[in-house]
C-alpha cells in the first residue's frame, strides 16, 4: 500500500466535505469553498470526521492515483482552513513594486513596468519595499502565480538581482578577472 495514500485525512470541526458521484469532491470551510473531479477509480470514503481513499487494485497507474489523490484532497481541507502563501523578495537596485487595487505593478529594470492583476481567489500583499506574499486558498493557483511573477524577472547568477522566493538560495557564480 501506498504510504501517503492508506492515511486517513482528519477533517476539523467547521469543515465539510461531500463527494458525489464521478468523485467530485467539495470542500467548505471558513475560509471559503474548494471543488475538484478526482480519478474516478479511486474509491473515496467518509466516517465522520476522517476521509480515507483507498484503490481497486496494484497496478502501477493506481498506486500512483493512490497517493495523488489523497495528497489532493488533503490539500483542499488544509486550504480551506489555514490557506496557502507563498513569499517572494525582490533584490536589485532600483526594483521596486506598487499594488493598487488588485493590480501588481513590478519596475524590474525593464523600459516599462509589469503589471500583473491579481487572479479570482488569489491576492497579493506588499511587505515592506521589496516583499510580495502569494495568499489563497488553492495550493495550485497560489503556487502557479507565484511562478509567473518570479517569471517576470529570475534571479541571475552573479549579483543575484531579480525575484526569488523567500529561503531559496541562489548559486552565485565567480565574475571574469581583469588580465594580469
Do not use: C, W
Not at 470542500?27 to 471543488?35: D, I
Not at 510580495?132 to 502565480?145: A, M, N, T, Y
Request: hydrophobic share 35%.
Amino acid at each position: 500500500m501506498s504510504r501517503i495514500g492508506r492515511m486517513p485525512i482528519a477533517v476539523p470541526a467547521g469543515v465539510s466535505v461531500e463527494i458525489a458521484e464521478n468523485n467530485r469532491v467539495t470542500v467548505k470551510g471558513p475560509k471559503g469553498t474548494l471543488e475538484r473531479v478526482l480519478p474516478s477509480e479511486m474509491e473515496i470514503r467518509q466516517e465522520e470526521n476522517v476521509v480515507t481513499v483507498s484503490r481497486p487494485n496494484d497496478l502501477k497507474k493506481m498506486k500512483a492515483l493512490h497517493g495523488l489523490t489523497r495528497t489532493l484532497v488533503s490539500n483542499m481541507v488544509v486550504g480551506v482552513t489555514e490557506g496557502y502563501q507563498k513569499k517572494l523578495e525582490v533584490n536589485g537596485v532600483g526594483y521596486r513594486v506598487q499594488k493598487a487595487g488588485r493590480k501588481l505593478t513590478l519596475f524590474l529594470g525593464y523600459s516599462h513596468p509589469v503589471e500583473m492583476e491579481d487572479p479570482e481567489g488569489i491576492e497579493t500583499v506588499l511587505e515592506g519595499a521589496n516583499g510580495i506574499l502569494v495568499k489563497g486558498i488553492d495550493k495550485e493557483k497560489v503556487g502557479q502565480f507565484a511562478a509567473e511573477i518570479r517569471d517576470k524577472r529570475k534571479p541571475e547568477p552573479y549579483k543575484g538581482k531579480g525575484i526569488k522566493y523567500a529561503g531559496e538560495v541562489i548559486r552565485r557564480k565567480v565574475g571574469k578577472t581583469g588580465k594580469k
